[in-house]
Nanobody, 112 residues
């Protein structure tokens, strides 16, 4: 059984930082691509960043230079370091494992 569990969301002021974590079990993590997506009410879930098994990364334009995706194969975990947060980054953030398994999401709210 595949489990994808996110953590690390919360309330942060504009300009602040958060680090999201995602722990995965039930797949061969080291050979799997991983991704972070986000969704706001009334909108489709959208890609934030992905990382391949070889640690090649892709970011959506709006987060380039502010967010960093990374992985630790030994811990079967993927991370999203979010700096210089803006109110428009407010969303539920989801981890996607092996291009098909989703976590339950973690809320990120950027507000003063």
């Amino acid at each position: 059984q595949v489990q994808v569990v996110e953590s690390g969301g919360g309330l942060v002021q504009p300009g602040g930082s958060l680090r999201l974590s995602c722990v995965v079990s039930g797949i061969t993590f080291s050979t799997s691509s991983m991704g972070w997506y986000r969704q706001t009410p009334g909108k489709q879930r959208a890609l934030v960043a992905t990382i391949t098994s070889g640690s090649y990364t892709i970011y959506t334009d709006s987060v380039k230079g502010r967010f960093t995706i990374s992985r630790d194969n030994g811990k079967e975990s993927v991370y999203l370091q979010m700096n210089s947060l803006k109110p428009e980054d407010t969303a539920v953030y989801y981890c996607k494992a092996a291009s098909k398994f989703w976590g339950q999401g973690t809320q990120v709210t950027v507000s003063s």
